[in-house]
């Protein structure tokens, strides 16, 4: 539809352009969905308005007998950029010119377009793997828009006949397909985190510090450095921990009285989680669970040996020296979701 804006005495005829991209992701995102749920999600962003279309690859997928629900993978995103222009694109010219075609009036107006529509699919694509790395815990997802080339748009009138298509860059996966079942830490994406990722879209999300150091733990042992990622798992609990009892003021208040009258000030965090939740919020997570918090003792006490001797052992409670494995860490790493849940509904 041809719409009308006035400028000055001058009536414009504005026509929207679509230009539609299609990114495939650096790895692919676990689905837990209906097979016939199309996910489509419809956003303004200033002048412009965005269609997201998540499209899913049922090729490989998997449930247990008892699963309603098949496991799929999301792995290509289709993003629709679609703005008012007051200037319609010119045809392109295939006459015969010393026997070739010209299409330089069409190409030019594009290039003109093509950084204004890019600006907001990168923004768009940004907000979402933002969503699956730190929400739902999807590994190896680059932020850095210059680490790789984004597509270059197919072009439709608005209604959706074909204008133009540009050679498209080169964009190439790196994950390789049995790193698909390394499932560890990463959430499948539902039906019900529908209003959740249309939130993420909509507007910028600060990424948490403690959620950028978890992100680098599951790598670092999805790498098999676990070293690494358990020294990392560590931090992320401790600057998660800090910064609920410090950075919010009821909290912070009652802590920190609490903790000035034991001389404690110099506090391990679990002892915040432990006597001074207690005293701050009525109940302590060692209380309400008893398993996660000695997991999480225990991953502690791996830390230190790593950072003391750099060894990836610790001793446990019965005095035994254990070297955490793949399943151990899954049950530290599941301890500390239980722990940062915890800890968001005190806040």
Request: include cysteine; charge should be neutral; glycine fraction near 4%.
């Amino acid at each position: 539809m041809l719409r009308t804006k006035i400028w000055g005495e001058i009536e414009v005829k504005m026509e929207r352009l679509k230009a539609r991209y299609q990114v495939q992701l650096e790895y692919p995102i676990l689905l837990k969905r209906a097979e016939q749920d199309e996910i489509v999600y419809k956003v303004s962003i200033g002048d412009a308005d965005v269609s997201i279309h998540l499209l899913v690859d049922n090729s490989e997928k998997s449930k247990n007998k008892n699963e309603m629900l098949w496991t799929s993978k999301l792995t290509e995103i289709e993003i629709v950029v679609s703005i008012a222009e007051n200037e319609v694109p010119p045809p392109a010219d295939i006459t015969p010119k010393d026997g070739h075609g010209s299409y330089y009036e069409i190409e030019q107006y594009f290039e003109k377009r093509t950084s204004k529509y890019d600006d907001i699919a990168k923004v768009i694509y940004r907000r979402l793997k933002v969503y699956f790395k730190y929400k739902l815990g999807t590994p190896y997802l680059t932020l850095n828009d210059e680490s790789q080339e984004f597509p270059l748009p197919i072009w439709f009138d608005e209604n959706d006949n074909k204008i133009w298509e540009s050679q498209s860059r080169v964009f190439v996966i790196p994950y390789t397909p049995g790193e698909f079942k390394k499932v560890f830490g990463i959430k499948k994406f539902r039906k019900v985190d529908d209003k959740k990722i249309v939130s993420a879209i909509k507007s910028e999300r600060p990424i948490i510090l403690y959620e950028e150091i978890l992100s680098d733990a599951q790598t670092a042992i999805l790498r098999g450095n676990f070293r690494r990622g358990i020294l990392e798992m560590a931090i992320a609990c401790e600057i998660a921990v800090k910064h609920t009892f410090f950075t919010e003021s009821t909290i912070a208040g009652a802590a920190y009285e609490y903790l000035e009258g034991k001389g404690m000030l110099r506090v391990r965090t679990l002892e915040l989680v432990g006597k001074v939740a207690e005293h701050a919020f009525g109940e302590s997570f060692k209380t309400v669970n008893e398993t996660a918090y000695e997991n999480l003792d225990y991953l502690f006490r791996c830390r230190n040996k790593i950072a003391h001797r750099g060894n990836v052992i610790f001793r446990d409670n019965q005095g035994i020296i254990q070297q955490p494995d793949t399943d151990m860490l899954r049950d530290w790493w599941a301890s500390l979701e239980q722990l940062l849940r915890w800890l968001e509904s005190k806040t």
